[in-house]
């Protein structure tokens, strides 16, 4: 695995726990299809949560929520509606959350959330 | 809070507007937007707003930041609203303490730079005007900005400094960034508010025509110069705006503000206390002249000659729509420019000086025998500068070739110095004169003034009635003459103009109509 894999992998556990401090249930993780790939599937309460989630070692190339641009959010959408389809469910509460983890491998890491953006 | 508050100025033509700047940071993805009607130099700003606070080592939030100008409705452009904008987002992260009722009026740089603009000092006054006295501008603005009587002014050279006096913390702010001074303002040619009028001594003779220039910088009337080529009209006209008086405390802040809404470059202006000069080419379209481009008009040549002195050399090449555009800043001495984008006033009291051919070929002087027009060719020519502009225009002489006699007789002549000290006394009289009816120079007399409370002896006038009996005078024709014969009694130091003035002023007036 290479070592932005890695930090990627580290980035989502954590935002995996964060999500589950939160009260919010994980349901699927990394879960693909032709569109491409959901990081975290969750429920908050009722309501779906299709969370991406962007690690970064430092801001020397921007903020990790800078990444995130109208593309990705709109992909977000179709990928939310896509898994909805796979796993024939209805779920008319959806939005999609990002993430961002800072983690410089030497403090604790920051992490920020967006709910509901786009 | 996540709401930040400040203040600038947007300006319409030469009246400036307060607007509110709101900067507000939502939680959501990063992004800039500014709302209210911002043009495209305005909505570069973001780019530079983040890139100069980043610089400056306060980075702006990694949100969306939502900048709204109020009010939405009236259209705003150039970079001058950054300061406010970014003052107002750095307000919104908590980075600054309020700067309550404080307006900034500045572009900023990549690097954090304050950038001066221009149409500075219109827009202190305003701001002034409307109650916020308190100004941060660029440095290279603040002299302009501190003309302004009470007016609190602070010229800052970085984004970090301001910041830093806004309660930022020192930590991180480059502080230590000394911007390069901004690139020197080249020197202004001829026609440029500093420009030094040369001297009336380098005009060998023609003593109708320095008479005539005595004349009109007295009364501030306009005149029209017809002669041959090289007969010195131009030479004249120049000389005219050295003869002026040094413009009045409000008069220089007016003409200030409109060079400082002209100036190519933003460098700093001082006050200009001497009376414009400009003198456009006759191929000038009416925009060039009166004023106009797309969006909100920008003041053309009338109004940066408003004070001073227009010069339209060769009027009869003149299109004939620019000419007659003048007629109404002739009589109003404003200009008001309608554009999709808005309306704009501003303001063109100038002294009008036009200089003709007396024919296309030039020739047409003294018995005119090398003159190859006809006579109909000649009459169409002088008759493309239309009746009713120069019905406006009390002085028409023509100006003839100099004389050998004249021509190198060393430094025989007045210098301007000497004229101006005479004009200078002639406009205390007319202002004493004229004050209790709300004027300032005999040119602004109205007939029923002259005719009225005015009115002279009939003996005095005889020539004048018999003159207008005769129908060789209008009526108009007529409160000229009298404008012009209380001009040279001013002169004269006589208390009332008598018959020998009312004979000379005639004279003046009719010396030119050719054909």
Redesign the interface.
Same mark, same amino acid.
């Given at each position: 695995m290479r070592a932005k894999d890695v930090l990627g992998r580290r980035g989502e556990e954590l935002a995996a726990g964060y999500l589950e401090a939160l009260g919010m249930r994980i349901v699927d993780r990394n879960w693909r299809c032709s569109e491409g790939e959901i990081d975290i599937v969750a429920l908050d309460g009722d309501a779906l949560v299709i969370a991406e989630v962007k690690t970064r070692k430092s801001l020397a190339y921007g903020?990790p929520?800078?990444a #995130?641009g109208v593309d990705k959010?709109a992909r977000l959408h179709r990928l939310a509606s896509a898994w909805c389809r796979d796993h024939e469910l209805r779920m008319p509460l959806r939005r999609v959350d #990002?993430i961002a983890v800072l983690d410089d491998g030497i403090g604790t890491p920051a992490v920020e959330h967006?709910?509901g #953006?786009? | 809070m996540a709401l930040g508050r400040t203040y600038s100025v947007a300006l319409v033509g030469l009246n400036g507007y307060i607007v509110e700047v709101e900067a507000d940071i939502g939680q959501t993805l990063p992004a800039f937007i500014i709302l209210g009607l911002p043009d495209a130099s305005l909505n570069e700003a973001k780019e530079r707003i983040r890139s100069a606070a980043q610089n400056s080592g306060i980075p702006l939030s990694r949100r969306k930041i939502t900048a709204n100008l109020i009010p939405a409705s009236l259209p705003k452009r150039g970079s001058g609203f950054d300061l406010a904008i970014a003052m107002a987002a750095l307000l919104a992260s908590n980075d600054v303490r309020s700067t309550g009722r404080t307006v900034f009026i500045a572009e900023l740089g990549l690097d954090g730079r304050l950038r001066p603009v221009r149409g500075v000092l219109p827009a202190v006054m305003a701001a002034v005007r409307a109650g916020y006295a308190d100004v941060v501008v660029a440095q290279a603005n603040a002299a302009e900005a501190q003309l302004v009587p009470g007016a609190r002014v602070q010229g800052y050279a970085t984004l970090a400094r301001l910041a830093f006096d806004f309660g930022a913390d020192p930590q991180d702010l480059a502080l230590d960034f000394e911007p390069a001074p901004e690139p020197g303002e080249p020197e202004s040619g001829a026609g440029g508010p500093s420009w030094a009028p040369p001297d009336m001594r380098d005009v060998s003779g023609q003593g109708d025509a320095r008479r005539a220039l005595e004349v009109a910088a007295a009364g501030a009337h306009h005149l029209l110069l017809t002669g041959p080529p090289g007969a010195g009209k131009t030479m004249l006209a120049e000389r005219l705006p050295g003869l002026l008086p040094d413009l009045g405390d409000a008069e220089a802040m007016e003409v200030t503000a409109i060079h400082s809404l002209c100036s190519l470059t933003s460098a700093s202006l001082q006050l200009v206390r001497r009376p414009p000069y400009e003198n456009p080419h006759h191929t000038a379209t009416p925009a060039a002249i009166i004023g106009g481009g797309s969006g909100l008009p920008r003041p053309g040549a009338a109004s940066r000659a408003h004070r001073g002195v227009l010069f339209l050399d060769e009027a009869p090449e003149y299109e004939r729509r620019v000419l007659d555009a003048l007629r109404q800043p002739l009589e109003s001495g404003e200009l008001v420019l309608h554009r999709s984008a808005g309306t704009a006033a501003y303001p063109a009291r100038f002294q009008l000086v036009l200089a003709a051919n007396p024919c296309p070929c030039g020739k047409a002087t003294g018995k005119g025998v090398d003159c190859i027009c006809t006579p109909t060719m000649r009459r169409r020519y002088l008759a493309r500068m239309s009746g009713p502009l120069l019905d406006r225009v009390d002085i028409q002489l023509q100006v003839e070739r100099v004389s050998l006699a004249d021509f190198g007789q060393p430094a025989a002549e007045e210098d301007t110095a000497t004229i101006a000290a005479r004009v200078q006394a002639a406009r205390e009289r007319q202002l004493r004169r004229l004050l209790p009816f709300g004027m300032e120079t005999n040119a602004q007399v109205p007939g029923r003034v002259l005719r009225g409370a005015l009115r002279l002896g009939a003996p005095t006038t005889r020539i004048l009635d018999h003159a207008l009996e005769r129908g060789v005078l209008t009526a108009r024709g007529y409160d000229r003459v009298l404008r012009l014969a209380w001009t040279l009694a001013d002169l004269a130091l006589r208390e009332v103009p008598g018959a020998d003035d009312i004979g000379l002023a005639l004279n003046l007036r009719q010396a030119a109509v050719a054909a």
């Amino acid at each position: 695995m290479r070592a932005k894999d890695v930090l990627g992998r580290r980035g989502e556990e954590l935002a995996a726990g964060y999500l589950e401090a939160l009260g919010m249930r994980i349901v699927d993780r990394n879960w693909r299809c032709s569109e491409g790939e959901i990081d975290i599937v969750a429920l908050d309460g009722d309501a779906l949560v299709i969370a991406e989630v962007k690690t970064r070692k430092s801001l020397a190339y921007g903020h990790p929520f800078e990444a #995130v641009g109208v593309d990705k959010l709109a992909r977000l959408h179709r990928l939310a509606s896509a898994w909805c389809r796979d796993h024939e469910l209805r779920m008319p509460l959806r939005r999609v959350d #990002v993430i961002a983890v800072l983690d410089d491998g030497i403090g604790t890491p920051a992490v920020e959330h967006l709910k509901g #953006v786009g | 809070m996540a709401l930040g508050r400040t203040y600038s100025v947007a300006l319409v033509g030469l009246n400036g507007y307060i607007v509110e700047v709101e900067a507000d940071i939502g939680q959501t993805l990063p992004a800039f937007i500014i709302l209210g009607l911002p043009d495209a130099s305005l909505n570069e700003a973001k780019e530079r707003i983040r890139s100069a606070a980043q610089n400056s080592g306060i980075p702006l939030s990694r949100r969306k930041i939502t900048a709204n100008l109020i009010p939405a409705s009236l259209p705003k452009r150039g970079s001058g609203f950054d300061l406010a904008i970014a003052m107002a987002a750095l307000l919104a992260s908590n980075d600054v303490r309020s700067t309550g009722r404080t307006v900034f009026i500045a572009e900023l740089g990549l690097d954090g730079r304050l950038r001066p603009v221009r149409g500075v000092l219109p827009a202190v006054m305003a701001a002034v005007r409307a109650g916020y006295a308190d100004v941060v501008v660029a440095q290279a603005n603040a002299a302009e900005a501190q003309l302004v009587p009470g007016a609190r002014v602070q010229g800052y050279a970085t984004l970090a400094r301001l910041a830093f006096d806004f309660g930022a913390d020192p930590q991180d702010l480059a502080l230590d960034f000394e911007p390069a001074p901004e690139p020197g303002e080249p020197e202004s040619g001829a026609g440029g508010p500093s420009w030094a009028p040369p001297d009336m001594r380098d005009v060998s003779g023609q003593g109708d025509a320095r008479r005539a220039l005595e004349v009109a910088a007295a009364g501030a009337h306009h005149l029209l110069l017809t002669g041959p080529p090289g007969a010195g009209k131009t030479m004249l006209a120049e000389r005219l705006p050295g003869l002026l008086p040094d413009l009045g405390d409000a008069e220089a802040m007016e003409v200030t503000a409109i060079h400082s809404l002209c100036s190519l470059t933003s460098a700093s202006l001082q006050l200009v206390r001497r009376p414009p000069y400009e003198n456009p080419h006759h191929t000038a379209t009416p925009a060039a002249i009166i004023g106009g481009g797309s969006g909100l008009p920008r003041p053309g040549a009338a109004s940066r000659a408003h004070r001073g002195v227009l010069f339209l050399d060769e009027a009869p090449e003149y299109e004939r729509r620019v000419l007659d555009a003048l007629r109404q800043p002739l009589e109003s001495g404003e200009l008001v420019l309608h554009r999709s984008a808005g309306t704009a006033a501003y303001p063109a009291r100038f002294q009008l000086v036009l200089a003709a051919n007396p024919c296309p070929c030039g020739k047409a002087t003294g018995k005119g025998v090398d003159c190859i027009c006809t006579p109909t060719m000649r009459r169409r020519y002088l008759a493309r500068m239309s009746g009713p502009l120069l019905d406006r225009v009390d002085i028409q002489l023509q100006v003839e070739r100099v004389s050998l006699a004249d021509f190198g007789q060393p430094a025989a002549e007045e210098d301007t110095a000497t004229i101006a000290a005479r004009v200078q006394a002639a406009r205390e009289r007319q202002l004493r004169r004229l004050l209790p009816f709300g004027m300032e120079t005999n040119a602004q007399v109205p007939g029923r003034v002259l005719r009225g409370a005015l009115r002279l002896g009939a003996p005095t006038t005889r020539i004048l009635d018999h003159a207008l009996e005769r129908g060789v005078l209008t009526a108009r024709g007529y409160d000229r003459v009298l404008r012009l014969a209380w001009t040279l009694a001013d002169l004269a130091l006589r208390e009332v103009p008598g018959a020998d003035d009312i004979g000379l002023a005639l004279n003046l007036r009719q010396a030119a109509v050719a054909a």
